[in-house]
């Protein structure tokens, strides 16, 4: 059980895995220079990237099979579908010769729009018909910890997504599995 993870990783966008807010710090269009890893610029010349962790540990959640998805409460849909269709983003450590792959080819789901994350979990158990308890988000707003209402692992983003962030969160949903198992 110990190196097992969640079905399902979910993350939100602003501020879990990028440094701003997608419908106010950046302006549409958005660029990216040739092949620059983890970095766009909007029409302002605003730079927009991932936190530095984020690209390996989507490698890290791919390698072990698990679905990943992006649940972000934004009006600007549009926008955010951009960045993650223009985002490159480094290979594997374990593979630096890797093909290259935009962030968006690694979320198998992606629920941007406005309204409560409790909707945005409701719609990826229908679509995938995985167990709310086989599912952990990581989210910087800790309203949105709501969703363990409906069975989903909840684990507080304070200052942007890394390893040890997400380190606690899969041992905070293994505690949650183990302590399932033995009752």
Known sequence: MGA???QLIAFDLDY?????WIDTHVTGPLRR???????LYDRYGQEMSFYPDVPQILHRVRAADVKIAACS??????????ALSLLLLPPPKSNPGAELMTAIEFFDHTEIYPTSKIVHF???HKKTGIPYSEMLFFDDEHRNIEVESLGVTFC???????????????KEWRRRQEKQDSE
């Open 156 to 170: 507080l983003v304070e200052n942007g997504m890394d390893e040890n962030v997400f380190d606690e969160g899969i």
């Open 122 to 124: 409701k719609e990826l």
């Open 73 to 82: 409460r934004t009006a600007a849909i549009r926008l955010a579908r951009e």
């Open 4 to 6: 097992r993870y969640p």
């Open 16 to 20: 879990t895995l990028w440094d701003l």
């Open 33 to 39: 220079e040739g092949k620059e890893l983890n970095n």
